[in-house]
């Protein structure tokens, strides 16, 4: 994205995280090593994958990067109770063998030049500390797996909550971070955390649950039951990791061929779209619909294409109602005929509505619509070339509130530049 907030506006939560994580990481180590290493065995072998799980972590969105196997490893870690175990960890070790083996996994990366993110990783120790104390206060030394349905249940139950409690922590730490980096709604982020936990989360804490229960009762033979089937998922991730951005950068592809026609000025499609993807932050709008709209934001000039000549200095809002009108519904026809953005279509057919006789008369509109119109208003009164200040803009668009712009959507464009979003 070419639009971004002030610097200090992307720090803060951050750097207290990896302080935390660093904190919390170096006292297990401390204690582990006054108190020293127990079933050294289960150490070496669950460090060593999440040292592995670090190392070939991938991104699947653009939030940030996944660690699937190094999660329930250090999940399975916490919850090892049963005969082929003997002594379980302790907190302590826990929090230890996982510190350790997250920066044995990260340096490769970081010598390699691949992309990592300590803040990441410090919330991955915080969590699975989290879920260890739990663990630790739930369970009591004799509750073991030894074929009792009793103690089956209660360790489950005990399992259960040490999960959710690692990802409940994780989400409310996640959703203050997107309020802080990206000036989103703290419920609506809590809420989309909460969307990816149920998902992503709670598959990679079963898996771990069963790494737990079968390396409890087997031993070490059970870890690459388990793990073989977990890296298989894995690949399948990164398959469709890989085949997200494949289509993301021929969407941006797509949005280029209108600069390079000249019904665009350079990079005027890629700043409507960061200022597009602010507002819809801004309102709370769930990851699925922020992404249609950003696609749609690139996509909204791609039906300019089909008229005469290009406006000048690609500025559309000096065309008539009609051409605008047109060029958008043949815009959306064009998208429609990918044949999997059909709600990214819809977007661009309605983003030349004027609101008075679209989206305030027809509820089924989506507010997708009226966030690309008055960001691509914005841009071509403050971008390069313009010459407009952003009051002098606000002003402007302020004229059309309730006629030609969504009074909600031009509101939180007001708290955007407020907050200091530049081009």
């Known amino acids: 994205m ?3 907030l002030d610097g200090e506006q992307r720090l803060g939560s951050g750097i207290v995280l990896a302080v935390a994580g660093c904190v919390v990481g170096l006292v297990g180590v401390f204690l582990t090593v006054r108190s020293g290493l127990s079933e050294w065995p289960f150490a070496i072998v669950f460090g060593f994958l999440i040292a592995v799980g670090e190392m070939v972590q991938f991104r699947v969105d653009t939030s940030r990067n996944r660690a699937p196997i190094a999660t329930s490893a250090s999940l399975a870690y916490v919850m090892l109770r049963g005969p082929a175990v003997g002594a379980p960890p302790e907190v302590a070790q826990i929090i230890a063998v996982t510190t350790v083996a997250t920066l044995a996994g990260l340096l490769p990366r970081a010598v390699a030049g691949l992309p990592w993110d300590v803040v990441v ?5 915080l969590s699975v ?11 009591r030394d004799e509750l073991v797996w030894n074929g009792s349905w009793t103690h089956a249940v209660a360790l489950t139950g005990a399992m259960l909550l040490a999960v959710l409690s690692a990802g409940v922590v994780d989400a409310l730490v996640g ?3 997107d309020t802080e980096h990206f000036n989103r709604p703290f419920p609506a982020a809590l809420r989309d955390e909460l969307v990816v936990m149920t998902r992503i989360g709670l598959a990679m804490g079963i898996t771990g649950m069963l790494l ?11 870890v690459p039951l388990v793990i073989v089937p977990l890296l298989l998922t894995q690949f399948a991730f990164r398959r469709f990791a890989s085949a997200q951005r494949t289509y993301r950068t021929t969407v941006r592809s797509m949005a280029r061929s209108t600069e390079i026609a000249g019904f665009s000025s350079p990079g005027q499609n890629a700043r409507t779209a960061a200022l597009a993807v602010a507002i819809g932050n801004d309102l709370g709008l769930t990851p699925a619909r922020m992404e249609a709209l950003e696609y749609a934001a690139l996509l909204s000039g791609v039906g300019q294409l089909a008229l005469a000549d290009p406006s000048p200095g690609g500025a559309s809002l000096l065309r008539t109602r009609e051409e605008r009108q047109r060029a958008a519904e043949i815009g959306a026809a064009v998208i429609e005929r990918s044949g999997v953005l059909d709600h990214v279509a819809e977007i661009v057919r309605h983003s030349n509505d004027p609101y ?3 989206r305030a008369n027809d509820s089924s509109i989506p507010v997708e619509s009226g966030i690309v119109n008055v960001a691509l208003a914005y841009e071509q ?3 390069e070339g313009s010459g407009q200040s952003p009051d002098k803009a606000m002003e402007s668009i302020g004229l059309g509130i309730g006629a030609e712009y969504d009074p909600v959507v031009v509101d939180s464009l007001r708290r955007v530049v407020g907050r200091g979003f530049r081009f």
């Open 129 to 139: 500390a989290c879920a260890a104390i739990t663990f630790a206060l739930v369970t």
């Open 356 to 358: 008075r006789h679209g």
């Open 381 to 383: 009164l403050v971008g």
């Open 121 to 125: 990783s410090s919330r991955r120790v």
């Open 212 to 222: 737990a229960a079968g390396t409890s009762l087997l031993g070490l033979w059970a």
């Open 175 to 177: 959703a203050g971070q």
């Open 2 to 4: 070419t639009g971004e």
